[in-house]
């Protein structure tokens, strides 16, 4: 009792010591306390610090641009305060530290513009930065030294003066004084770690929010059972709901649909027990969500788990796509719609080539009978000016049917060999005369060893020189038009480069950039004297593009052009010398053909053609009509109209060949006013053997009656030479000859269906297997057959598909009379 009385008074009189010491030393420690609470030492050294993180951070490879802006923003910030605290005062009054201080704040002053600027400015900036901080470096050491030497000189006076008061108090004191010095330390580390850790959760936080206030994505962050934790202003757009009223919820009942509660039920349980977890870490996923009106729209889903201190929590990044899923329903709408566009523009136009090819079939088929009867001279020219009109009128619809075709990829290109030298001294003799008139010299030549044999589509670059010779030739008045051809080597591969120069008006820049677009004829000389459409050149682009070449002009006005073609091509192997295939002659006799057509007018052109060619003709309305006249009589030829009433040619045709009629195996050749390849094939493949297309021409139609009336290919001749075929039985046996003829007549099966099948067929290879048959008909004595089979054989060697087709048509039945007389 005595003892703690004594304690108790001992510590009173320490205390009081303490209280009356304190005073004093209160006094003299009030002068530190700034120092102290501030940490002004501490400062100083981390001030120096932060400038070499923020200078570690100019010079990261690669650098991280919001760490560069978060470290200069506490230099700034620590620099701000050493500025403004009035513990640093002294060091601001030291002319020294005040020195260094104006230096390191004109950096910052001059820094925070680059630092506030976008990603690519600041990153551009990078390199002056880093030199700039390199110059600082040495300053802020300065300054951090000389601040620690002028507060340490300070502190030592201040602290021998509190020790020699401290020295007044009482022995017992010390070890209490120690204690709080160990409880100071203690808790000023404490406090250390306890203010780096808030700031850390602090700076943790902010960027949490920042990211999610700023994410057009909707954030929901739940716990392990599925309670919504936090709800971005994003989410609270996308889904209409306040975060205040989700909070707590269960993210089921917030946004998931009705229909799709029992399946986000079951897989949060089985998440919950640790089973498989179907979306979380699977990237985007597509589901159906809801908003608070109940509305269910589609959104993108990424979700992802973490683990914290509060356990297991889960968070779901949300994109609204209701948008887009629209907008890619119109895409697809759009598409469609285009797509049934097209379809009825290639319709109406396929209809509008039948609809004008009719009546020009009838107006060009009157003209040339009106050939046929007396005309005074002053008639035929007028007659002359129709037929020059109706066959321009007839260009243009070509025209504007093969832009069509080539717009919607249908435009079709057949490589062949072909003779391009022979092809452009055709045109130039065609031009010669229209050149002679306007007094233009014309000519043309290689530059170089020439290419003459090539393998390309004649037709299509037949138009195209003749659309850039004819306009040049047309243009050039009193000049001269010269065309060079060039074979040139690009990428290992052969081109052929053909120039036509003419010495006409030129054309303006402008006109140059538009001259291969459609409709173009622009106001110069180059158009004001000559009309037309406007579509030459630019379907002349069109056939050298589907070609897989380019073409292009190089014009100056009043002094020239010259329009340059550069194509693809392959050296072509010329005729080796073979004869010439004979050409087939049209039978004597009148042929007995069944004309379907439902137009009067071209019913009775066609007919006055055929008749005046000295053909029988039978008549029918319609594609009915005419399969019931097939059915009865036999006709040697078929015209059938495709557009008809009742049944159309496409109809009727394949009836008659389905039957077993009389004319069941006739000829069919479709009369039809629709040019579109693709709508010819069909006619084909319905059983058609060939088209003529209106408007009729005598010339087309001997052409056509020449390839598909029935021939005769070794004249008066048997079929089959029996003599000839006993010889060989004797020769070989009866068993060996049966064996060798069923080999042979599968042979010629075969040869027969691939001929005229679809397949791509070579020249050399049709020759080559022609003449092999054809050596075994011999053997057999099959003398009609071989003569077709050499037949062949010729025109394969000399390139002659027309000859080709003409002779493989009647092949079948040829064939089929010889197999029965091979067996008889």
């Known amino acids: 009792m005595i003892s703690r009385t004594l304690a108790v008074l001992?510590?009173?009189?320490?205390?009081?010591?303490?209280?009356?010491?304190?005073?004093?030393?209160?006094?003299?420690?009030?002068?530190?306390?700034?120092?102290?609470?501030?940490?002004?030492?501490?400062?100083?050294?981390?001030?120096?610090?932060?400038?070499?993180?923020?200078?570690?951070?100019i010079e990261a490879d690669p650098v991280d641009l919001g760490q560069l802006r978060e470290r200069f923003d506490i230099f700034y910030s620590r620099i701000g305060m050493v500025n403004r605290a009035a513990v640093f005062a002294e060091l601001r009054a030291n002319e020294i530290s005040s020195a260094h201080l104006d230096a390191i704040a004109a950096f910052l002053d001059e820094t925070v513009a680059l630092i506030d600027a976008d990603d690519a400015v600041l990153l551009a900036g990078l390199p002056t930065l880093a030199e700039r901080s390199e110059q600082l470096r040495p300053i802020v050491r300065a300054m951090s030294l000389s601040g620690l030497r002028l507060f340490a000189e300070t502190a030592d006076e201040q602290r021998q003066a509190v020790a020699r008061t401290l020295t007044e108090l009482a022995v017992a004191l010390a070890a209490l004084i120690g204690a709080l010095a160990l409880a100071i330390v203690y808790l000023y580390r404490l406090n250390i770690r306890i203010f780096n850790r808030e700031l850390e959760n602090n700076?943790?936080?902010?960027?949490?929010?920042?990211?999610?206030?700023?994410?057009?994505?909707?954030?929901?962050?739940?716990?392990?059972?599925?309670?919504?934790?936090?709800?971005?202003?994003?989410?609270?757009?996308?889904?209409?709901?306040?975060?205040?009223?989700?909070?707590?919820?269960?993210?089921?009942?917030?946004?998931?649909?009705?229909?799709?509660?029992?399946?986000?039920?079951?897989?949060?349980?089985?998440?919950?027990?640790?089973?498989?977890?179907?979306?979380?870490?699977?990237?985007?996923?597509?589901?159906?969500?809801?908003?608070?009106?109940?509305?269910?729209?589609?959104?993108?889903?990424?979700?992802?788990?973490?683990?914290?201190?509060?356990?297991?929590?889960?968070?779901?990044?949300?994109?609204?796509?209701?948008?887009?899923?629209?907008?890619e329903a119109e895409l697809v709408a759009a598409r469609d719609k285009a797509l049934a566009s097209e379809k009825m523009k290639t319709d109406f136009l396929a209809t509008m080539s039948h609809e004008i090819r009719t009546p020009l079939n009838g107006l060009l088929g009157n003209m040339s009978l009106l050939r046929d009867t007396p005309l005074n001279n002053l008639q035929d020219r007028y007659v002359g000016y129709m037929e020059s009109s109706g066959r321009l009128l007839m260009s243009h619809i070509s025209d504007v049917l093969d832009?069509?075709?080539?717009?919607?990829?249908?435009?079709?290109?057949?490589?062949?060999?072909?003779?391009?030298?022979?092809?452009?001294?055709?045109?130039?003799?065609?031009?010669?005369?229209?050149?002679?008139?306007?007094?233009?010299?014309?000519?043309?030549?290689?530059?170089?060893?020439?290419?003459?044999?090539?393998?390309?589509?004649?037709?299509?670059?037949?138009?195209?020189?003749?659309?850039?010779?004819?306009?040049?030739?047309?243009?050039?008045?009193?000049?001269?038009?010269?065309?060079?051809?060039?074979?040139?080597?690009?990428?290992?591969?052969?081109?052929?480069?053909?120039?036509?120069?003419?010495?006409?008006?030129?054309?303006?820049?402008?006109?140059?950039?538009?001259?291969?677009?459609?409709?173009?004829?622009?106001?110069?000389?180059?158009?004001?004297?000559?009309?037309?459409?406007?579509?030459?050149?630019?379907?002349?682009?069109?056939?050298?593009?589907?070609?897989?070449?380019?073409?292009?002009?190089?014009?100056?006005?009043?002094?020239?052009?010259?329009?340059?073609?550069?194509?693809?091509?392959?050296?072509?192997?010329?005729?080796?010398?073979?004869?010439?295939?004979?050409?087939?002659?049209?039978?004597?006799?009148?042929?007995?053909?069944?004309?379907?057509?439902?137009?009067?007018?071209?019913?009775?052109?066609?007919?006055?053609?055929?008749?005046?060619?000295?053909?029988?003709?039978?008549?029918?309305?319609?594609?009915?009509?005419?399969?019931?006249?097939?059915?009865?009589?036999?006709?040697?030829?078929?015209?059938?109209?495709?557009?008809?009433?009742?049944?159309?040619?496409?109809?009727?045709?394949?009836?008659?060949?389905?039957?077993?009629?009389?004319?069941?195996?006739?000829?069919?050749?479709?009369?039809?006013?629709?040019?579109?390849?693709?709508?010819?094939?069909?006619?084909?493949?319905?059983?058609?053997?060939?088209?003529?297309?209106?408007?009729?021409?005598?010339?087309?139609?001997?052409?056509?009656?020449?390839?598909?009336?029935?021939?005769?290919?070794?004249?008066?001749?048997?079929l089959v030479s029996h003599e000839h075929s006993a010889e060989t039985r004797d020769a070989l046996g009866e068993e060996a000859f049966a064996k060798l003829r069923a080999r042979f007549m599968r042979e010629v099966e075969d040869l027969v269906a691939w001929l005229q099948s679809d397949e791509t067929q070579d020249y050399l290879e049709i020759a080559a297997r022609a003449h092999k048959v054809a050596g075994s008909a011999a053997v057999f004595g099959a003398v009609q057959l071989r003569e077709a089979l050499k037949l062949i054989e010729q025109a394969a060697k000399a390139g002659d598909n027309a000859t080709i087709e003409r002779v493989v048509f009647g092949l079948n039945g040829v064939w089929r009379d010889t197999k029965i007389a091979l067996v008889e």
């Open 403 to 718: 832009i069509t075709r080539y717009d919607a990829g249908k435009l079709s290109t057949m490589t062949a060999p072909m003779n391009i030298s022979a092809l452009l001294q055709d045109i130039i003799d065609n031009q010669s005369s229209t050149a002679s008139r306007n007094e233009t010299r014309l000519e043309w030549g290689w530059d170089g060893p020439a290419l003459h044999w090539i393998n390309s589509d004649y037709d299509r670059l037949q138009h195209v020189m003749m659309n850039l010779i004819g306009n040049a030739v047309k243009f050039t008045k009193r000049g001269k038009v010269s065309v060079v051809l060039r074979k040139m080597t690009q990428d290992d591969n052969d081109q052929l480069h053909i120039e036509i120069a003419d010495t006409g008006p030129g054309i303006s820049e402008d006109l140059a950039t538009r001259i291969f677009d459609d409709f173009v004829t622009g106001n110069t000389a180059y158009d004001r004297e000559v009309g037309g459409t406007g579509l030459g050149l630019s379907i002349a682009k069109r056939f050298v593009t589907a070609l897989g070449g380019q073409i292009g002009v190089n014009s100056v006005e009043g002094k020239g052009s010259t329009f340059w073609v550069q194509l693809p091509v392959t050296p072509a192997l010329a005729p080796n010398g073979a004869e010439q295939p004979a050409e087939i002659q049209a039978p004597t006799r009148p042929l007995n053909v069944l004309l379907v057509e439902d137009n009067e007018i071209n019913r009775i052109v066609a007919r006055e053609m055929l008749e005046a060619e000295g053909h029988s003709v039978t008549l029918a309305h319609d594609g009915r009509e005419g399969v019931e006249l097939s059915k009865t009589k036999k006709f040697d030829l078929i015209f059938m109209d495709i557009s008809m009433p009742v049944m159309d040619g496409r109809v009727a045709t394949r009836e008659i060949r389905k039957g077993h009629g009389a004319s069941a195996h006739a000829p069919i050749v479709a009369l039809t006013a629709n040019a579109m390849a693709s709508e010819q094939e069909d006619f084909k493949s319905d059983g058609m053997n060939g088209i003529l297309t209106k408007p009729l021409s005598r010339t087309a139609l001997r052409h056509t009656l020449s390839i598909h009336q029935p021939q005769s290919y070794a004249g008066n001749a048997s």
């Open 203 to 327: 700076q943790t936080a902010t960027r949490m929010r920042t990211v999610m206030g700023t994410s057009l994505d909707g954030v929901i962050i739940s716990d392990g059972e599925g309670r919504i934790l936090e709800f971005s202003p994003a989410a609270e757009a996308i889904f209409g709901h306040k975060t205040a009223d989700v909070l707590g919820l269960e993210v089921g009942e917030v946004i998931v649909p009705d229909h799709m509660r029992a399946a986000h039920d079951t897989g949060m349980e089985r998440m919950r027990k640790g089973g498989e977890r179907h979306v979380v870490g699977k990237g985007r996923v597509r589901l159906d969500a809801k908003r608070a009106n109940g509305e269910v729209f589609p959104v993108e889903l990424a979700l992802q788990s973490a683990t914290t201190d509060q356990g297991q929590i889960f968070i779901a990044f949300l994109r609204d796509i209701s948008h887009r899923v629209a907008a």
């Open 10 to 57: 001992a510590g009173l009189v320490a205390f009081i010591a303490i209280g009356f010491l304190s005073y004093d030393v209160a006094r003299k420690i009030r002068l530190l306390g700034s120092a102290s609470s501030d940490n002004v030492q501490w400062s100083l050294t981390q001030t120096e610090v932060e400038f070499l993180a923020l200078q570690n951070q």
